[in-house]
């Protein structure tokens, strides 16, 4: 819908940058009448223009900014809600994972461990990596990287993302 809302604006624009532009006159010998006239259309666009303006450089990224704060989904991943717990071990992952595995629910994108969309894994198979950590020639994780409540809210996260949460 936003996207939406966003080109009916610059489309509002351009037609109206096209009927300016389609309006004007040629200057004639007119009198000072016809010259005011024109001060007033030239105003009027200079308004219009830095009201667009305005709109455009902080409304929407402000709009923009509204719509994604305090949101508990991750729609490109298909999860449509996560829990306290659940949103915790976003973060965490965020912060412990993201630079060796690809999780499309955490926008990580990385090479050196295991890609958890492909893999799938449970959360006992998570919690278990992350208590006894994994080797497996190409890198090392190491044990213990997060311990108690923020080991089960990373398990818990990574397997909704990957669609065993149940597991």
């Not at 108690?148 to 818990?156: F, L, N, P, R, T």
């Amino acid at each position: 819908m936003s996207a939406l809302l966003f080109v009916l604006v610059f489309v509002g624009l351009g037609l109206g940058v096209l009927f300016l532009a389609m309006s004007g006159t040629r200057r004639r010998a007119a009198g000072p009448e016809m010259e005011s006239k024109a001060r007033g259309r030239r105003r009027l666009a200079l308004a219009g223009f830095a009201v667009a303006f305005v709109l455009l450089a902080f409304g929407v990224p402000a709009a923009v900014i509204a719509a994604m704060e305090g949101r508990n989904s991750v729609p490109e991943a298909g999860i449509t809600s996560l829990t306290a717990s659940e949103e915790s071990g976003r973060t965490l992952f965020g912060q412990h994972c993201k630079n060796c595995h690809t999780l499309k629910a955490a926008s990580a994108v990385a090479a050196v461990g295991p890609n958890l969309d492909q893999l799938a894994p449970p959360k006992a198979l998570v919690l278990d990596a992350i208590k006894n950590g994994r080797a497996r020639g190409n890198g090392q994780m190491a044990a213990g990287l997060v311990e108690g409540k923020e080991a089960q809210d990373v398990a818990s996260f990574v397997a909704k993302a990957v669609g065993k949460a149940g597991g």
